[in-house]
């Protein structure tokens, strides 16, 4: 089985900053596309930034020059810098990866999501 365990969300004053990180675990051949979604009250879940196995980037427009995504390959791990919050970002974030598993094959995974905060 394949894990994902995300740490670093909390609460945080406009214009904080914070960092999400994000570890797999677990029987893994290799970690394609590596991502951070978000989820606020009463909306759907949204793409906040992914990055490749080339490192290649990509950034929702309302989070670009903000937020920052990252990946350490020998960690498993992918993680998100996140500065200049706005209560708008408040959200759970979750952590999403393609992986190809051992006898099993490529699948999305998921994180459990954590909480962000953005408030005065």
């Known amino acids: 089985q394949v894990q994902l365990v995300e740490s670093g969300g909390g609460l945080v004053q406009p214009g904080g900053s914070l960092r999400l990180s994000c570890e797999a675990s677990?029987?893994?051949?290799?970690?394609?596309?590596m991502g951070w979604y978000r989820q606020a009250p009463g909306k759907e879940r949204e793409l906040v930034a992914y990055?490749?196995?080339?490192?290649?980037?990509n950034y929702a427009d309302s989070v670009k020059g903000r937020f920052t995504i990252s990946r350490d390959n020998a960690k498993n791990a992918v993680y998100l810098q996140m500065n200049g919050l706005k209560p708008e970002d408040t959200a759970v974030y979750y952590c999403n990866a393609n992986i190809v598993v051992w006898l099993v094959g490529a699948r999305d995974y998921w994180g459990q999501g954590t909480q962000v905060t953005v408030s005065s």
């Open positions: 990055i490749n196995s080339g490192g290649i980037t």
């Open positions: 677990g029987s893994i051949n290799r970690i394609n596309d």
